[in-house]
């Protein structure tokens, strides 16, 4: 499956919108057109995870302090192994950072809030 070409699930999301569950069927929209928009964090994690769970509270923290200047695309690796598979994730969770379509960034294992913080600054459009 081609993740980029995939027919869209065409969400109405607004600068309103921080966080999405991003899958399989709306990655294409959620994560490439919208990052045409402004910064996508997606976050390639999964339940059963102990580094997810402490970063995902600084995620969630972040895109309510940020309010819409990014928005945090959620995507649960055990049901959507396609697209840790196509943007070839090695461990969890990834945070991969998309602007005007394209992969710019990522880092892995769950960071301290301050490095997060910089990471999401130095992409903002």
């Known amino acids: 499956m081609d993740l980029h ?3 869209d699930m065409h969400l109405n999301l607004s600068l309103n919108d921080f966080v999405v ?10 994560a ?5 928009k402004r910064l996508v964090l997606v976050d390639i994690s999964a339940d059963w995870c102990g580094p997810c769970n402490v ?6 923290k972040l895109s309510k302090e940020y309010a819409g200047e990014f ?14 598979g196509h943007y070839k ?10 602007v005007n ?12 809030e301050p490095f997060v913080r910089s990471f999401i600054d130095k992409h903002l459009l």
């Open 89 to 98: 994730v090695r461990g969890f969770p990834t945070v991969i950072a998309f």
């Open 101 to 112: 379509g394209e992969e710019v960034d990522r880092f892995h294992s769950a960071q301290r």
């Open 71 to 84: 928005l945090l695309a959620k995507v649960d690796a055990d049901e959507n192994m396609r697209i840790a």
């Open 5 to 7: 070409t995939h027919p």
């Open 32 to 36: 490439i057109e919208e990052s045409k």
């Open 55 to 60: 970063l995902m509270p600084i995620l969630d």
């Open 21 to 30: 569950d991003a899958t399989e069927q709306n990655f294409a929209h959620v």
